[in-house]
């Protein structure tokens, strides 16, 4: 009788489902790593964002006390509007823009977040007497605490498919 060989590579089913296991299990743990290199990358930008905009922001706040600071003087030595604005514009001439149109004074400072960015704050100033028309408790109102962006975004839309 002849006996029956069984030939070497004889691989039951249960091996290649675990084979098949295996690789399933370390492509997604590729993938997860890859992930998580990700996020913390963009936690990084996130963070250095943040931090640069709370920088500038309290440096904003500063400003603002300092005008605030120089209004409430200014206020309470001149009742002309015209002498008010003129000597608030002169005053503030360090830090800030003025400009006056139809009888309103907006001063206007920027301060550098990035090189990209910068936080631009607009204020309306009331002169005493709109503060006592219009019985209001502050010689300004903010117009406008936003982002701006001082550069042109150049944006990467190149591909490179063959090295």
Known sequence: MKKKSLPV??????????????????????????SAASDARLGQKMQ????????ASNKAEELLAQT?????DTGSK????????????????GFTTAEETD????????????DSQALSVRLAIRSPQQIKEESADSYYKILSWQVIHTKDWEGDNTLQLIQ
């Open 9 to 34: 590579t004889n691989i039951g089913t249960i091996s290649l489902i675990m084979i098949f296991i295996v690789l399933c299990m370390v492509t997604f743990a590729a993938l997860s790593l890859s």
């Open 48 to 55: 250095a964002q943040l931090t640069g905009y709370y920088a």
């Open 78 to 93: 001149t009742a002309d509007t015209a002498e008010f604005f003129a000597r608030v514009s002169e005053e503030t001439a």
């Open 68 to 72: 605030d600071r120089i209004l409430a």
């Open 103 to 114: 009888g309103q004074l907006t001063l206007a400072y920027q301060v550098d977040i990035n």
